[in-house]
T-cell receptor, first 112, second 117 residues
Framework: EPEVTQTPSHQVTQMGQEVILRCVPI?????FYWYRQILGQKVEFLVS????????KSEIFDDQFSVERPDGSNFTLKIRSTKLEDSAMYFC??????????FGSGTRLTVV | AQTVTQSQPEMSVQEAETVTLSCTYD???????LFWYKQPPSRQMILVIR??????QNATENRFSVNFQKAAKSFSLKISDSQLGDAAMYFC??????????????FGTGTRLKVLA
């Protein structure tokens, strides 16, 4: 069964550093998403991406965040200057128009 | 705005018994999808079951089934013959179509299921 692949599985970074979280969506999917889950809390929408541009973003997705599809396979989330409160599990997901999401296994980001 | 409510932070069930996890939601839309996701300690999000709102028949997947009450905006998950591997956090989710053509999921706060041997 096709999978969404996320790397790394766990990243530790110093506060103020930039991090890039990487995702390889399912190859024939056209819609891409990032979600965040702070430990012990619910999963929250960050951003959706279609046709090489952001379709919608949440209030959480401020100027510190950006997304990119640098080539035909990768989909990245960049956090420019990490804060302690950015520590969370970050999930990438992809979908075609009709189907539900397929989530990746997540990247655990720890900001110290 | 749509909301999803899971009123049971934690549930316990004896192995081989049946348990029902509750979920209610609020929406003014008539066509939508509802999902249950399982999140084990690895924190991966695993799709358990989904329900299309226009279908009256309740979805089933092996030991997992839902009781979808559209008028009451209720979407409960029943797990039959519970197994130790079912222990996890369970999230109910509502899928909302956005004008941009993409979908947005709205998650509940989750129910932690413990399975007792």
């Amino acid at each position: 069964e096709p999978e969404v692949t996320q790397t790394p599985s766990h990243q530790v970074t110093q506060m103020g550093q930039e991090v890039i979280l990487r995702c390889v969506p399912i190859s024939n999917h056209l819609y891409f998403y990032w979600y965040r889950q702070i430990l012990g809390q619910k999963v929250e929408f960050l951003v959706s991406f279609y046709n090489n541009e952001i379709s919608e973003k949440s209030e959480i997705f401020d100027d510190q965040f950006s997304v990119e599809r640098p080539d035909g396979s990768n989909f990245t989330l960049k956090i420019r200057s990490t804060k302690l409160e950015d520590s969370a599990m970050y999930f990438c997901a992809s979908s075609d128009r009709a189907a539900g999401y397929t989530f990746g296994s997540g990247t655990r980001l720890t900001v110290v | 705005a749509q909301t999803v409510t899971q009123s049971q932070p934690e549930m316990s069930v004896q192995e081989a018994e049946t348990v029902t996890l509750s979920c209610t939601y609020d929406t003014s839309e008539s066509d939508y999808y509802l999902f249950w996701y399982k999140q084990p300690p690895s924190r991966q999000m695993i799709l358990v079951i989904r329900q299309e709102a226009y279908k009256q028949q309740n979805a089933t997947e092996n030991r997992f089934s839902v009781n979808f009450q559209k008028a009451a905006k209720s979407f409960s998950l029943k797990i039959s013959d519970s197994q130790l591997g079912d222990a996890a956090m369970y999230f109910c989710a509502y899928r909302r179509w956005q004008i941009s053509g993409t979908y947005k999921y709205i998650f509940g706060t989750g129910t932690r299921l413990k399975v007792l041997a």
